[in-house]
Every structure is written in C-alpha cells, then in structure tokens.
C-alpha cells in the first residue's frame, strides 16, 4: 500500500510570529520546520504501510522559497521520497490554491492508495485543505480521523463528531485528515537523519505540474486592514502561602456563585 | 457589493436547531433581504425556529442515509446554484460538517474560502470578514475579490441569537444527485459520549485542567470541583492529546469555545491555542506554579502555586459550605 502524506512546513511556533508590513502575511523567511500537526499523519503512514506489510510512504508539500528542513524530518522518520513544489509565484496562494497543487503534486507521484493530512495546520489553520484535495482528485474524504484502519481494501475509521465519534467506511483511494494524538509519532533516529539528507527529494516549480500559480492577485481575497484587539488586563496575582484558595472562595463569593 | 441573498448552513441536534445555526440566520438577516437556511437532513422539526431567527426559505435533502454530510451537502448546493438561486453569500458554522461542505464546494465553484471569521460586514471594499489571529491579540479584516457565492465560516458565539418572530419559511426539497465514488465513505455506526451537568459550551461555570495535573488521575480534582460549582469539566489540548480526557472536554481553537461567567484553569499555562476558546470569559481565575505562565496576564485573580495544594484545600473549603 502507498500513501501519499501531505505535510507543511512552518515557522517555529516557539518563537512569536509576526506579519509582513507590506503583504500581512505571516513571515516566513526564517526556518522552517515540520508542523507538528502533520508528524502524526507522517506517523501514521509508516505504521499503515508496516501493517500492510508492502508499499512505501511518500511525502509532498508546497513553499514558496524551497526550504526543505521540515520535509527532511518527515523523510528521517522514514518516508522514503519527497516531492516539494517551490515557485515565488505561489506567495500568498489561498487554501484552494495549495490544495490545487498538492493535489497534482501527488497525481506527479503516481497517486497513492492513501492520502493523509492533517486536519489543519498549526500557523494558518484554514482547515478545508484535505477535503479540498479530496474534491480535486474525485475521491472520497474521512475528514476528523482519530482511529484508522486498514483492512483489505477497506478503510475503517473512527472520526470525531460533536458528541463522540462516528464509525466510518470507505474504500480506496481515498483522502483523510487526521487529528493530532491519533498516533505518537516517533523521533528520528541518528541514523534516520543520516539516511534522510540521500533521499529523494525533489522540487518542482507549479509549472512543472500544470498548475496555475494564484499567488496574491488571484487568491480571491485581500486584506484590507490589521488592527490590535481590545486586549484583556491582568488582574490580581498571588503568591500561594498555602492560603490563597481563600482568595478564591471569596472571588466566586463575590460573584453570588457559592 | 450589496449582498442581497444569504444562505446559512443549517444543523439540527436532538430535534432542535443548534444554537450556532440561529447566530449565523440572526447575522444574516442584519445583512440581507433574503435569507435561506440549507439543511442536511429533514426541516420538518426546525423549520419554525428558523422561520423565528430570519429564514424566508429552507432547502432540505431529508435523510442523508449514513453519507458524510460535507461531500453530498457541498454537492447539493451545488445543484440548486446551477439551477439558478446563486447566493452572494453562504455562511458556515466553524464545526466538522461546515468546514467539510464549505471546502468541497469551494473547488466546485473555484471559489476561496475565509475560515475561522468573529464577524461580516458589508463594505466599501466589497464582504469583509474578520479573524482574530495570535491568540485573539490581532485581528485581520479581509475582503473577498471577485465573484460571489463568497464562502465565509465562524466560529460558536460570534453573534448573539436573537428571534426575530419571523414566519414559518418556505420548504424546498433538494436531492442528493448520485455522488459516485466520491461518496464512498459511508457511517455505519454512531457513539455518542454520555455526560452528566451542563454543557461545556453553556455552563455559567468552567473548571478545566492542563498538564500542571501531572497525571490522568489527578483529573478527578477538575472534576470535583466543576461539580461543586455546578459547572462543567474541560481541558487544554495537552491534556486531550495525552488521553487522559476525551475530545468533547477541549477547549481552544481546535475545541469548544466558552464564555462563561467564571473561568478556572488549572495546571494550564496558557498557550494561544487555549486562550482562543476561553479568553471570552466574564472572570478567569488561574492556578500555576509558574509566575511566568502566560494565562497570569489575562487572569482577574492569579494564583502561583501548585494546584494539587490550591485545590484539594478549595473543594474542602466548598464542601464545608454546602
């Protein structure tokens, strides 16, 4: 079985984001790194395939100025290939967009019997990407998957609902989005970093792949303003002198709640 | 642009419309003429409550016989724009079944999409959307360029839901048309959670907890003091992700949104992921041992401490009151 994981590549949530004066985009000319969102699809992957006892997992992504160090964590934990699309003209593409090149990105791999995301990412959070994909190549979608299964042709999937969780079916091909804790993704070895940096890892521009790059002047949007909340003041704060539940008591006092 | 026509994607939960579905009609109706709700199952049991929050017209596709609502909703919407009633705006809630139909229908339409929206205007620069980024600190005004229908969705609470005393709205029957193997996943068992108290997203009172806990068991701590307060147990994501409590309990950008009128975190730090679905709350009180922690700059009253001494001494102090 192939599957196709489908990873992006973020500044480090560590450090505080900030937004470009001219485009009110998010900056992204520092590092990137792998979206932590995305490892447990990647984790995924690798325990599917080894369940299925053959095929391979590769991975795809886009970015506009041809970093590669999150995709290389992705191949150290043991994707075999990556393909990354990397063209300036993608800057300021909308979710449709990306998902229009990540959807032909993985039709230039061969198609996948799988194709996992995750359910959004940790710096834009859109969240419509997989089922987007989904929508491009004519599959069927499991969107919200927090147990995955494969048996035979059939996947089987647990997917989170408002009041617990659905079980679903469907056969393959097919596109899934799986939420963060479904797996505990694995760290890269040494030597699964060294094998990393001779992988495969190839970086096409959109239009090697036919696509149309909408970068700003055709996202289908614009920003037109920037502006600082109302931000929230800080109160009272205490030191515990083995006490201070007392202060609490009297604050929910306070508010005729006890 | 004048946006004249405004679809709402409408839910149903035990027989009643959701309370996020009237905020979207209540929102709709400031701005348009023409409100239609669209509803992935049968009107029959909410037509009236939609009518009531500004509904004229509801569509419906009756029973969707175990179909994952994105792929078979987005392809009835579809249908019914090419039959001619093209709204200029479609609204959706920030929930599972909205973001799956919004983004099947926006590579139907080759139409962008503006997620994660507190509110909407119509403006000079044409619909503007807005979302709150960095943690609710910064928020970014966006407008659609080119035609409608503009795909828009929001987050729970964004609008206040208000009756309008409208009519009972006309029903329209919309089929499903046949999805081919894109509809091949198919629910063939549905697992609800029971809980017992209020609401996460309801309760006058939220107690959560974070990894500050320690371990799972220590949850119970959480618990016992949502109880006394008559109020709800939630968690931070670390939390969930750990498994030491279901999904349902999440509260942040991924989980529930709450606004109650006390908010306790405990053993939470405060990262922008929680403080999106909290920092709406009437009072916060806070417990961590690290001064540091993030959530003390948003908090009425702070407690630096540990929550295994703060809180066994609370709920025995409660106790002793009741």
């Not at chain 1, 500044?11 to 470009?20: K, M, R």
């Not at chain 2, 905020?23 to 709700?37: C, D, F, I, M, P």
């Not at chain 2, 017992?196 to 119970?220: C, F, I, M, Q």
Request: with cysteine.
């Amino acid at each position: 079985m192939n599957i196709v994981v489908c990873v992006k590549q973020i500044p480090d949530p560590a450090s505080p984001g900030a937004l470009d004066a001219s485009t009110h985009a998010l900056k992204r000319d520092g590092k990137l790194i792998l979206d932590e969102s995305d490892a447990y699809g990647v984790e995924m992957a690798l325990q599917l395939v080894a369940s299925a006892g053959s095929g391979e997992v590769f991975v795809v992504s886009m970015a506009p100025n041809g970093e590669t160090s999150g995709m290389r964590t992705a191949l150290a934990m043991g994707a075999v290939k990556g393909l990354l699309v990397s063209d300036p003209a993608l800057a300021g593409s909308d979710a449709l967009t990306t998902a229009k090149v990540l959807a032909a990105a993985v039709t230039k791999l061969g198609g996948a019997d799988l194709i996992i995301a995750g359910t959004e990412s940790s710096d834009g959070y859109t969240g419509t990407v997989p089922e987007q994909i989904a929508e491009c190549l004519g599959l069927p979608s499991v969107t919200f998957a927090k147990k995955v299964k494969v048996d035979g042709q059939v996947l089987k999937v647990d997917r989170q609902s408002e009041t617990g969780y659905d079980e679903v079916e469907c056969s393959l091909p097919a596109v899934i989005s799986v939420t963060a804790g479904v797996v505990e993704p694995r760290y890269p070895s040494f030597k699964g970093i060294m094998d990393a940096k001779k992988k495969p890892l190839d970086v096409v521009t959109a239009g090697d792949l036919a696509v149309t790059p909408a970068g700003w002047a055709a996202a289908g949007q614009k920003i037109v303003s920037v502006t600082q909340a109302e931000a929230r003041k800080a109160g009272t704060v205490i030191e515990d002198d083995g006490e201070a539940f007392g202060k609490i008591v009297a604050f929910l006092e306070n508010l005729k709640l006890i | 642009m004048a946006i004249n026509n405004i679809w709402v994607f409408a839910q149903a939960s035990g027989g009643v419309a959701t309370t996020g579905t009237l905020e979207l009609l209540t929102k709709a109706r400031s701005l348009a003429g023409k409100v239609t709700a669209f509803v992935g199952g049968d009107a029959g049991a909410i037509a009236a409550s939609l009518g009531e929050h500004g509904a004229t017209k509801v569509y419906a596709t009756g029973d969707l016989a175990g179909k994952l609502p994105g792929v078979a909703l987005a392809a009835a919407m579809k249908s019914v724009i090419d039959s001619g009633d093209s709204p200029d705006v479609i609204m959706f809630p920030q929930n599972y079944e909205g973001r799956d139909t919004m983004a099947r229908l926006s590579v139907k339409l080759n139409r962008t999409v503006l997620t994660n929206n507190i509110d909407i205007a119509d403006t000079a620069d044409g619909v503007v959307a807005t979302t709150p980024i960095f943690g609710g600190n910064v928020l970014v005004a966006t407008a659609f360029s080119g035609q409608g229908p503009h795909l828009v969705s929001f987050r729970p609470k964004s609008f206040a839901a208000e009756s309008s005393g409208g009519a009972a709205p006309e029903v329209v029957a919309v089929a499903v048309p046949d999805l081919g193997k894109q509809g091949a996943a198919k629910v063939v068992a549905t697992h609800s959670e029971k809980s017992s108290g209020p609401k996460l997203d309801e309760a006058a009172v939220v107690v959560s907890g974070g990894r500050g806990l320690g371990e799972a068991g220590n949850y119970t701590l959480i618990e016992d003091l949502a109880k006394l307060l008559k109020g709800a147990p939630g968690a931070s994501r670390a939390i969930v992700d750990a498994g030491w409590v279901p999904y349902s309990y999440q509260v942040g950008q991924t989980g529930k949104v709450v606004k109650p009128s006390v908010y306790i975190a405990a053993g939470i730090s405060g990262a922008t992921q929680h403080m999106v679905g909290m920092k709406g709350s009437k009072n916060i009180i806070a417990i961590n041992k690290d001064k540091e922690a993030p959530i003390f700059g948003i908090a009425d009253l702070g407690i630096v401490g540990d929550v295994h001494k703060v809180l066994p001494k609370l709920i025995e102090a409660l106790k002793a009151r009741s």
